[in-house]
């Protein structure tokens, strides 16, 4: 499963969502619609909401942003 650690080559139209599967995929654990991409660019540093459980459970891809070089994905824990 994705974790804090996990790492992969970035490939040319990569989106959020084939960075996420290459990572191993969300854990049962992840709050799937509380995932984050965060990119930073000439400076500005950009934080785009990511609905991961809307992009695979209803195939909306809305937020299914494409990847770029320095890209940080985040997928936050869930609270019990």
């Known amino acids: 499963p994705a974790d804090a650690l996990s790492f992969w080559g970035l490939?040319?139209?990569?989106?959020?969502l084939d960075a996420i599967l290459a990572a191993g995929g969300p854990t049962e654990f992840a709050a799937s619609d509380r995932s984050e991409l965060h990119r930073r660019a000439g400076?500005?540093?950009t934080t785009y909401e990511v609905k991961l459980d809307r992009i695979l459970n209803r195939?909306?891809?809305a937020t299914n942003y494409p990847v770029a070089p320095g890209d940080v994905i985040t997928v936050p824990e869930r609270t019990f």
Do not use: A, F
């Open 11 to 16: 490939k040319p139209g990569m989106t959020v």
């Open 43 to 45: 400076g500005t540093s």
């Open 59 to 61: 195939g909306d891809l």
